[in-house]
Every structure is written in C-alpha cells, then in structure tokens.
C-alpha cells in the first residue's frame, strides 16, 4: 500500500478547485486523523478528504482522477463511518458523504419509495417519514449515525430482519457517479456506461451458478456483487444490485431509491427471563411457531453490566435478578394493525415460554414508550460491553456470524470453547430468530499475543461457520475480513467477481484492497495497521486511547446533548470521536520528539470549536473526556508557546474575581467602558451589560465566619465568579425561593473555582484557586450545614473534575437535588396557587451527568403544586465564554436555533437552570428567562 506524495495531493487539490468541485477539499492532519478510524481495531491515515456538496461534485472529482496523473489515487467513500472491520479506511481521498450529502429528496407515498442522498442518517430519514405514516424498515442500532449509503454497502440489518429483510432487500435502485456522468437504475442508460455494464453482466452470468453453489440458502443471504440477483430468473441484467453490500468498492452511489413500509399501529414486547444463555438460546426455534417480528437474547454477562450500569432498573421487578443470581433474557416482539390478532400471538407464545426449560419471569408491554424503553436495554449491550475497564477490551472481528437458527446451540458451544481455549472474556447478545449472534471477545491489541489470537481465532471462527452452512459476516459487513472472501466463494465465483470488479473499477481505485482485487493487493486481518489501543498508565490522554469508535458522540438528534459542536457542523473532526484520534495522533508524534507547527495549529483548532459541555465525558460509553484531555494539551502547548492574549486577560478576570466582587459599588459606573475594551481585547459580543450589585449584608457570609454555627434551617449558597459578578437576578432569585421554601439561605462569599484556568489548561493557576475553594467547602460542610451550589455547570465542576485532581468538597449539592431529598424525606412545602405550569430547559452539563435532574425538579414544583414539563434539548450554544467569542458566533447561532428556539415562544413560564442558557435565551430570542427558583419564589408569592 503505497501513500501519495505531497506533490501529487497538491496537484490535485488545486486540480479539483479549478474543476469547479465546490465542496470541501482538506488535508488538515485532525480531519484526516478522525477519517483514519471507525469501530475496529485498525488504523488508516488518508491523504485527503473531500466533502462533496451534490452528486456533480462527485462526478467532478472522478472527472479529475479519471486524468492520467493521478492514475493509481484511490477513493473511498464513507457515510457514518461506524463500521467494525476497517470498511471504509484507506489511503488516498476519502469522499465524505455524511457532511452535506444527507439530503431527502423525493417521496412518493402511493408508490412506497423515497429518494435519498446516500449521507442521510438512518433515524434522520425515519423522522422526515414518519408524517406519512411509513418507514425504512432496516435496522441498526447505530440509527442515529450511520448513513444510508454505508447501510446499503454494508447490507446492514437488525432487529426485525426475518420479516423485514437486510437493507438489500429494500432498495429499488441506486445512481452511481463516474468522470463521464451518473448512470441511475431507474433512469435509461447513458451510451457511454453501456459497455461498463456489458462487461459486468457477462462476468455476473458467467460466474452465477458457481456463486449459487458456494452460497447457502438463509434470512441474512449472502450479498456484495450478489451475481444471482442481479440475473434473476425472470431474464435482465439488475447491475445495481451487485452494489449491495459490495463496501464502495464498485464505485460511489450518489442517489439511492429506497422501499418503505407502512408503519405498523400496534406493537407487543415480551421479555423473558431464562435460568442460563443456552436455555435462553434454545427458546428461538420453538418461539418462531408464534409468528413473531423479532426474537433476541442477551447473556449473563451483558446483564451483570446492564445491572452495574443501574439500566436494569427499567425492568420490572420480577424480572430483575435476585442477590448475585444472573438471569439471561429473550425480547419477543410483535407488530401488526390486528391488536386482537397480536393479542392471541401473545398469549400462544407465554404458552409456549411456561413450557420451555430454564423459563423464570415473563412480562408483556403493549405501550410504545415502555416496549422503546425495554428494548434500549437490549441495544445497550454494544456500549456496556465497550465500557470495561484494563487493557484487554471487546472488540470487533468475529462479532456477527451467521447460521440456520436450528444450528445455532452447537454453534455457539464451539464458538465458545475456541475463545475459552484462549483464555478470553466476552459477552453475547443477537438476533436468534435469524441464527446472528454478537460476541466479542477481550484482547489489548497492542500486544502482539493478542494480534496472533484476532487471526486465529478469527480462521477458527470462519472455519465453524463454514461447518454450521453459515455465513462469517451476517450483519457488519466484510471489511478488512474479505481477505476470506476467495477462499470462502471458491475459485470459479471469484474470477466472476473480479470481472464485476474490472467492469466497474478497471484501475483497482475503489476502496482499494477490500473484499475483491485483480492484482492489487488484499487488507488481511493481521496485516492491516493496528490503532494504538492503550496509553501509558496515568497519562492524561488515556481516554482518547480508549475511544473504540462506536460513533455514538456523532448522533445527528438535535436533542441529544452530545456532541454540539458536530451537530453545528457535521464534520467528525469536530466531534469527541474527531478530537480522540488527532490527539492520539498528536501524542505520538510528541512521543517521538516535537510535532510539526502544522499539526498542532489543526489540533488546536478542533479543539478551540469543543464547548466544554462535557457531555462527551459522562454519555460516550468511555467516558472520553474531552475538556480534560484539552487542558492537559493547553498545558503542554503553552509551555512552549506565548498565550494569546484574551486567554490571559480570562485567566486575571478569574483569578482577581473576589477583587472585582469587593470593589463592585466603585467599578460598577465605569463597566461600560471596561465592558468595551474587555470586548475589543478578548475579540468578544454581548458581554454583560452590568455588574451585579451586592445583595443585603444579612444574605451574606464571609468565608472566614464558615464553620461557625447557624441557626437552625440555614442553607449555603455557593457560586461561581461569573454568576457571582453578573447574575444578580440568579442571586436574588436563589434567595426568594429558598426563603419561600422556608429556609434561611446565606449567599457564600465568592471564591472563584478555577474554571477558567482548567479550560484554558493553566494547571498551576486552577490548582490553587481549586485548593482554596476545596478548603473553603470543606470547612463549611464540618458545621453540617446543607451547601448547594447555584449555577449547574459549577456545581458539575466540583462533582467531576475536582476528584481527578484530589480535590475533597464535602457535600455539595445543586438545589433540586438538595430539595428532593429534602421532599423524600418527609418535609413538606408550601403550595403555589392551582393550575400553574411551566417548562424547563436543563443544562446540559448537568442533564448528562445527572439524567435525573429534570425529574428531580419535577419533583420539587409537584410538590408545591406546579406541573413541569421538562423537554430533552440538546446544547443552547452558549457553554461559558464559547457563545461571547466572536470566531464561535455561527455555530453558537446554530446550536440555539437546533433545539432552543422552538421553546421560546412558549406561552408558558419556561425556566432555565444555567446562566449561560438565560444569556443565550435573552440574546437570540429576547427572551427574559428566570432561574427554577425565581418561578418558586413568584408562585409561591401570589
Ligand atoms: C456499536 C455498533 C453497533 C452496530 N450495530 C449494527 C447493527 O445493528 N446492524 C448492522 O447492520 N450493522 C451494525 N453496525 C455496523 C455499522 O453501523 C453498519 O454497517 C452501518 O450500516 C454502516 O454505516 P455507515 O454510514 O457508518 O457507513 P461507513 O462505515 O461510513 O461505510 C461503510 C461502507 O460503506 C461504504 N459507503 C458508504 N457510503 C457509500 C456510498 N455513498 N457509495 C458507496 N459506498 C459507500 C464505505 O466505503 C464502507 O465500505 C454497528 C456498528 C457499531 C459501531
Ligand atoms: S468518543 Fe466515545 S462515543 Fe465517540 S466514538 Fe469514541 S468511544 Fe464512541
Ligand atoms: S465537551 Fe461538548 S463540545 Fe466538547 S467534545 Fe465533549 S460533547 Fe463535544
């Protein structure tokens, strides 16, 4: 495998801008760093990205190859890039479907198809189609980021698939790109593609019957040039079908022509639990009698996880295990219009499972939300398995293999003795009712032993599916695994797939290297280049090593908190996923000496867009903390580099806070002004517009009078110094609602945390100012007196950052946390006038690392007689000082328009936790948003 020569990529870069290519054109080390990687365990740096804007720009890009000095550059396509075996790494160009190509561009309802581009997210599509009542029946559970174009490479399937099908049996047709044109199956054939397609469809006919002979007949058939298909028995060349599954290495499709189905009203889910996972597994074959949409298991082991996790507690009790006892569980479900028909199927099948050896509990849901619920628990299993600690981990090379459902049980006891013979761990999940299960066993890849075991476990695992009439890649696709393609399809149906192959990709560029070559040279499963898979001991970059890739952080869902800053762009450099790579990029060559200027100017830049939300660092299954990782990067960088000097002027605000907080009353008149040069020096908008006058001397506490005794029902109110400085209506607020409650709150003398420094990696600076502030908790939490913490995002702060840098607090609590407890506890409190409601928008710091603080809330305003509605939004756009830079204005527009406006005009009182979302919400809507505690105190007041 050879890598262009700068030359030749910046020949072509300006080759493609004279050509009119309008997207995209990059080699910035951090995209192509976040390019290099999907879930597997491989490692492929290409030479450059491309993000076309439309399917002409494709065309444009291949015009340009198609020229004789860049003959031999390869191109690859890539949608989600949640493959699990190297799909779609390479050299050369990547061709980023997902950035702008992720468009719905036609449905016809009468006739059940719609008319994407090939960027589009699975769950993307399914919502834009939900108003007609239909749907894109395959599933995946990586839904909300794989792309349309990667689920028809790959012939993804899920739950569901024994009565739905892969996705190659719901697509119509595709339109593929080439230098000349495109050429779409549902379209007449342009002259040029004509012999294109003769030659492929002589090699498909001449090899079809050996292809017949070496595949075997099952649900998850065999696809990727599938040569029976495309010449069906009915006569006709169907050339778009050996696309299916063929992993971008015929070329990429631009246009894809897909078959839906009417969404089903009904839906039934049981789930059961099983003594034991073989007891488990032998319930599929006499389960299938019932008619069922889906049947699926999860072992033992996924469960203990699930336990540990605390997401068993979304299982009814009798289900749940008992003391140590595990339980392994079967998901059976039922779609259809005929409730009394599924009803009956129900009950037929709670028949069958009392009858069935090692049967525990059953439970039926019939209500759309509780059968989601129950099924996430199944579809956690990929995460949880990710999540285990040390440096041997789950990972992906022998995790979907398929047999006759009937051989399943003897399948899995030899699959399992292999791994046991080497001594390894693992746990299991799958689709039964189509023979797929999921394993993956734990190896430290980058111990050579653990190399040698991936390959021989893998040619021992292809061996037994081999002898069980199955198939080695029943749902993930082939990958870097294709090197068993030859050997598997026998030699006759090769040479057929090599014509297909030479039809559409004569000079081998197509992802080159994958699932078929004609001379060029086959990625085997030993020989591909490894990722680093763990850091040093304590090194602060440890967790970038540990993000495996699963692309959750790269959720389209503009309610989802994580991640915002690739919500804004959909560009994966952008992401924790984008920023994990380049600095595990930046580590090694830092590792080796000192890393080129170029390198580090593009590591800064993806890291300078992260909002510091830390959403990544409580949602990514790994906890891949990305502010923590930026800190320690800053501090490197700026040991050898001058900070810039807004950064500076930051860090002095910060650290002379309680100076400022002292002077208020003389600075105050003279803050315009100082508010305008902070504005011009620090490149900032709408700072705010006055300082915070002090509250009454009685609301108050000084830090030295801490840990003296208080009267009876006195709560301490901590902040941070920006609310500190500039909330005033938080400060009052935070007093008028307590004191309505019944308390006696005191506002803490500020001392400011140290938030800054972390952010900006001035470690030293944060030590101190977070060593003072912990001695100042922890001497007030000796007189027993309840501490709450004002501002969410100060609050988290002291809960995750402070313990990874020894930092005790004491008890810190935020006020919804302290007053529920207070609530559960037996206390009552006053009640508000009837029938007022409200809406709350969480922070989103907080809703990651606490997802039950909007319950908690509820629970507060219930019980003073207030219904709170509290929507899931994702990120305002705001996150601290990101929003006020004048570099960050457009994405932090785009965040708020993505899941904030839409609330704004809500008649309702709408309440938001964080001082950054209230800034937002006042700058970009207009809108005056209270504190929960300002709504107490009104309704409380009335
Ligand atoms: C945690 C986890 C769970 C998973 N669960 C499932 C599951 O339930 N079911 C399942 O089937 N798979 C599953 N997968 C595998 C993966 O999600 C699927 O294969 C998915 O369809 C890949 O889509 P993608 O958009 O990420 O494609 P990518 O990974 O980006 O690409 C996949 C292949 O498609 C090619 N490609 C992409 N776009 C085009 C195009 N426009 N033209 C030509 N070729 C193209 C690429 O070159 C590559 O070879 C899982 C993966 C992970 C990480
Ligand atoms: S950062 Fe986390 S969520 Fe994102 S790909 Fe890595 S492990 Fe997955
Ligand atoms: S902190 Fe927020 S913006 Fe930054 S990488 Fe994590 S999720 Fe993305």
């Not at 076309?52 to 890009?61: E, H, K, N, W």
């Not at 449905?107 to 997210?121: D, F, K, L, R, S």
């Not at 397609?197 to 498909?204: D, G, S």
């Not at 328009?897 to 704004?904: E, I």
């Amino acid at each position: 495998m050879f890598h262009e020569t700068n030359d030749r990529i910046s020949g072509l870069m300006q080759a493609l801008v004279v050509a009119g290519f309008r997207g995209e054109i990059e080699r910035n080390s951090a995209l192509r760093a976040a390019m290099s990687t999907d879930n597997s365990v491989y490692q492929i740096f290409p030479d450059l990205v491309v993000a076309p804007r439309d399917a002409a720009d494709v065309v444009c890009l291949q015009a340009v190859l198609d020229r004789p000095e860049f003959a031999g550059t390869s191109l690859t396509a890539r949608g989600g890039g949640t493959g699990t075996n190297g799909q779609s790494l390479n050299r050369g160009v990547i061709l980023d479907f997902r950035r702008h190509m992720n468009r719905l561009l036609d449905v016809n309802v009468e006739q059940q198809w719609a008319e994407v581009e090939p960027g589009i997210v699975l769950d993307d599509l399914n919502e834009k189609l939900l108003p007609h009542g239909l749907f894109f029946a395959p599933e995946t559970s990586t839904s909300t980021r794989c792309t349309v174009g990667g689920m028809v490479s790959t012939d993804a399937s899920g739950k569901g698939s024994r009565v739905y099908g892969k996705t190659s049996d719901n697509i119509v047709g595709i339109e593929i790109a080439r230098g000349q044109g495109l050429v779409a199956s549902f379209e007449p054939t342009p002259d040029w593609a004509k012999p294109m397609l003769a030659a492929a469809e002589k090699a498909a006919r001449t090899g079809r019957d050996a292809f017949i002979a070496n595949t075997p007949r099952l649900n998850r058939r065999f696809t990727g040039y599938d040569l029976e298909r495309a010449c069906p028995e009915t006569g006709g060349f169907e050339w778009w079908r050996l696309f299916l599954g063929a992993e971008g290495t015929l070329g990429p499709m631009t246009r894809i022509r897909v078959h839906l189905r009417r969404i089903e009203t009904e839906k039934r889910l049981i789930v059961a639990g099983f003594d034991s996972f073989r007891d488990a597994l032998s319930a599929a074959m006499p389960l299938m009698e019932d008619e069922p949409t889906a049947v699926e298991v999860m072992d033992e082991r996924v469960q203990q996880l699930a336990q540990e996790a605390g997401i068993l507690a979304r299982l009814p009790e009798a289900l749940r295990p008992k003391g140590e006892g595990r339980v392994a569980y079967v998901f059976v479900e039922f779609n259809g219009d005929d409730a009394a028909l599924l009803d009956r199927r129900v009950l037929q099948c709670r028949e069958h499972l009392a009858r069935l050896p090692g049967i525990g509990a059953v439970y039926v849901a019939g209500d759309k939300t509780e059968i989601r619920d129950l099924w996430a628990i199944r579809s956690a299993g990929v995460g949880l398995l990710g999540k285990v600690d040390g440096l041997a981990r789950p990972v992906a090379f022998v995790e979907d293999c398929v047999v006759p459902p009937e051989n399943l049980t003897p399948f899995v006891d030899e699959f399992l003795a292999v791994l046991t013979a080497n001594g390894l761990g693992f746990g299991m999940y799958g689709h039964v009712d189509v023979g797929c299960l999921h394993i993956r066993p734990a190896l430290d890849i980058d111990r050579q032993a653990d190399r040698d075991k991936l390959a021989g476990i893998s040619r021992s695992v292809f061996d037994l599916t081999r002898k069980y009439g199955g198939i080695f890649w029943g749902e993930h696709g082939k990958g870097v695994r294709g090197a068993f393609l030859a050997e598997w399809i026998g030699a006759d149906a090769y040479k057929a797939l090599q014509g297909v192959k030479a039809a559409f990709d004569p000079g081998e560029r197509y992802n080159p290297g994958k699932l078929v070559v004609n001379g060029g040279e086959i990625m085997g499963i030993a020989t591909t280049n490894f990722r680093p898979f763990n850091a040093q001991e304590g090194d602060a970059l440890e967790r970038a090593f540990r993000c495996n890739g699963n692309a959750q952080c790269l959720s389209y869902q503009a309610a989802t908190p994580m991640c915002p800053s690739f919500k804004a762009s959909a560009d994966v450099r952008h992401s924790p996923k984008g920023r994990a790579d380049a600095l595990r990029a930046w580590k090694a060559a830092r590792d080796r000496g000192a890393p080129d200027q170029v390198m580090e100017d593009d590591l800064m830049g993806v890291l300078d867009t992260c909002l510091g939300c830390k959403a990544c660092a409580s949602t990514c299954p790994v906890q891949v903390d990305v502010p923590h990782m930026r800190a320690a990067f800053y501090a490197d960088y700026f040991s050898r580099h001058a900070r810039p000097l807004a950064d500076r002027l930051t860090l002095l605000a910060e650290r002379f806070a309680p100076l400022t907080a002292k002077m208020t009353p003389f600075i105050r008149p003279f803050w315009p002004l100082a508010r305008k040069v902070a504005a011009t020096v620090m490149q900032a908008v709408d700072l705010p517009e006055t300082l915070a006058r002090p509250q009454p001397g009685r609301d108050r506490i000084a830090l030295d009078a801490l840990g003296r005794p208080l009267p009876e029902g006195t709560v301490l109110l901590w902040q941070d110094w920006f609310t500190a400085l500039f909330d005033e209506a938080l400060q009052r607020d935070a007093l008028a609602g307590f004191r309505a409650l019944g308390y006696r709150p005191l506002l803490v003398e500020m001392l400011p945390a140290g938030k800054a420094a972390l952010n900006l990696g001035d470690l030293a600076g944060f030590r101190e100012q977070g060593a003072r502030l912990a001695d100042a908790l922890q001497r007030a939490s000796a007189s027993g007196v309840p501490m709450i913490g004002l501002d969410p995002a100060f609050v988290m702060m002291l809960k995750q950052d402070y313990p990874k840098y020894g930092f005790a607090v004491g008890q810190i609590l935020s006020p919804q946390e302290f007053l529920s407890r207070e609530i559960s506890g037996g206390k009552s409190l006053p009640k508000a006038a009837a029938g007022v409601s409200a809406k709350l928008l969480n922070h989103c710091t907080e809703a990651t690392a606490r997802p039950g603080s909007g319950s908690e809330w509820k629970a507060v305003f219930k019980a003073i007689g207030v219904a709170l509605e509290a929507p899931a939004t994702g990120c305002c756009g705001m996150a601290g000082l990101f929003g006020h830079q004048e570099r960050h204005q457009a994405v932090s527009r785009k965040l708020f328009d993505l899941s904030w406006r839409r609330h704004m005009d809500d008649e309702k009182p709408v309440i938001a936790t964080g001082f950054s979302c209230r800034c937002q919400s006042e700058r970009l809507a207009g809108r005056d948003i209270q504190h929960p505690l300002g709504l107490v105190a009104a309704v409380l007041r009335r």
